[in-house]
RNA sequence: UCCGGCAUAGCUCAGUUGGUUAGAGCAGUGGACUGUUAAUCCACGUGUCCGAGGUUCGAGUCCUCGUGCCGGAGCCA
């Protein structure tokens, strides 16, 4: 039996234990055996590190245990930690004990290769693999270095309520749900209450999941995906790229510093990486409307970017970019127009390089009541779901920005993944509700 | 919603101009091996060929419809 009061063990933290005896607890993500000496790669959540289990270390009972483990059984081991340069990792433990608490029976996920819905049906175990543990550690890292940017310049969190009455960019679908017999919707932006936020903190940001019920099937949608969104009260749109730059840097460099291994394991071409630590260009829409005429596409002033006019234009570039200035037109009802140009919107967007699309989109908010109470109308929306927000143009209405992140499509760019649906511990797309 | 592609063993796939008994690798099980790195070697198994209908002497293969998945467009982060 496995001894009480044993030193455990985390294989992150395994050289701390040099020499030491050690308890590891874990799952088995591969073993195998040549005759009296078995080589198990446990895995315990933090890492994976090779366990050498020798007939004479562990005597004839224990082996004869050890021969029944199966792919992803648990089991808790006792060794001594030593560096040995033929293990992965430079470490390994010579297993005087071992103890199995569950034998798991064909286990789906197998060493070898699998397509990409089998593995989703399976993403509850799918979760425990190599690169989908330093995917989602990357993911995690992404957050926490979001928060702690926000943190340290005074920002404070208030969250925005997932259920509402409105809609607040009239052209996205909405998940409409009962509500006491009455209908809501699931939030497709934080921004309306992030304005509030904003007039009674001055500097807001909101972290939480948002809906869309678009019907998109591409490497770039899901219908549940989680966005932050600050909103900076007298702040000026130049002064709103700066804030999504500076922010954009700083993700880089946190992941570039903490989440190296992980990077490695997903083969992540660092040096191009890095190339987004440099200043981002910033070109007006009408500038990005000439660049792909030059490129000899056909384009109107006025119409929307699709995806392959944002990929012409991104390409010419190593790092990010920042379009601003958009058409009104095809703009949400709360930007506010460049009083150098009402034709135009003093909005942004960053599009991410190496094919990425949009991951940042802003602007500077129009502060004028019957300019807002004109575009609601123009779109078609219902005054009275505004009212409230028109509050805060009736009481202290000031220039403000903000802008919004889509936390999975930065996953997918910083770790270069084909698909946004491996950033997201459970993704949720048009025909994927399960598991 | 529109356009294109795919569907064969638990998984990844092959399957010729339509031809008689549908195959491989991996995984799994048993055995050999004290330094393996997705170990190797020997032995053993598995099929609603996505579903329905049609053409044909004969369909995994051709046709029609349906379903599911994948990619793209639109929309967006």
């Known amino acids: 039996m496995v001894k009480e009061k044993m030193n455990i063990a985390r294989v992150n933290r395994i050289s701390e234990f040099d020499g030491q005896t050690v308890q590891l607890n874990g799952w088995v993500y591969n073993s195998r055996r040549s005759g009296k000496i078995g080589f198990l790669m446990l895995r315990d959540g933090f890492g994976i590190i090779q366990c050498i289990v020798a007939k004479n270390d562990v005597g004839e009972d224990k082996f004869e245990e050890f021969k029944k483990i199966t792919q992803e059984s ?9 560096k040995n340069e033929r293990a992965p990792g430079g470490f390994e433990i010579i297993t005087a004990d071992l103890t199995i608490h569950h034998i798991s029976t064909d286990y789906p996920i197998s060493p070898k290769e699998h397509g990409t819905d089998f593995l989703m049906n399976n993403r509850h175990l799918w979760l425990r693999s190599k690169r989908q543990h330093s995917i989602l550690k990357v993911r995690h890292e992404i957050i926490k270095a979001t928060r702690d940017f926000f943190d340290s310049h005074d920002f404070t969190l208030v969250d925005s309520p997932i259920f509402t009455s409105n809609a607040a960019e009239g052209s996205t679908t909405l998940f409409s749900t009962d509500y006491f017999e009455e209908q809501a919707y699931l939030s497709q932006t934080g921004q309306l209450y992030g304005e509030a936020s904003a007039m009674a903190f001055g500097r807001h940001y909101n972290f939480g999941p948002t809906f869309r019920a678009e019907k ?5 949608h899901l219908t549940e995906f989680w966005m932050v969104e600050p909103e900076i009260a007298f ?11 500076r922010l954009i840097h700083f993700i880089i460099k946190r992941v570039l510093e903490n989440k190296r291994a992980e990077l490695d394991i997903l083969e992540r071409d660092i040096p191009q990486l890095e190339e987004a630590l440099k200043p981002f260009p910033r070109i007006s829409y009408t500038e990005g409307v000439n660049m792909l005429k030059e490129g000899g596409i056909d384009f109107e ?14 390409e010419k570039f190593e790092q990010p970019i920042i379009v601003h200035r958009f058409p009104a037109a095809i703009k949400a009802f709360y930007m506010k127009r460049d009083p150098e140009n009402e034709k135009v919107v003093l909005g942004m967007d960053i599009l991410a390089p190496e094919g990425y699309g949009e991951i940042v989109g802003g602007s500077e908010r129009e502060t004028r009541i019957d300019v807002l109470e004109e575009r609601i109308a123009e779109e078609g929306l219902n005054q009275e779901d505004f009212d409230w927000f028109l509050d805060l143009r009736r009481f202290g209405s000031v220039p403000h920005s903000g802008f919004g992140m889509g936390i999975e499509r930065v996953v997918a760019w910083i770790c270069k993944l084909p698909h946004v649906r491996e950033t997201i ?6 025909g994927r509700l399960r598991p």
């Open 74 to 82: 648990s089991l808790s081991i006792v060794g001594e930690v030593v």
């Open 216 to 220: 998109s099937k591409t490497r770039r």
């Open 425 to 430: 511990p459970f993704p949720r797309m048009m």
């Open 235 to 245: 702040c000026e749109i130049e002064e709103d790229m700066e804030w999504a730059e």
């Open 301 to 314: 002033w006025g119409d929307d970017f699709g995806a392959p006019h944002e990929t012409f234009i991104a």
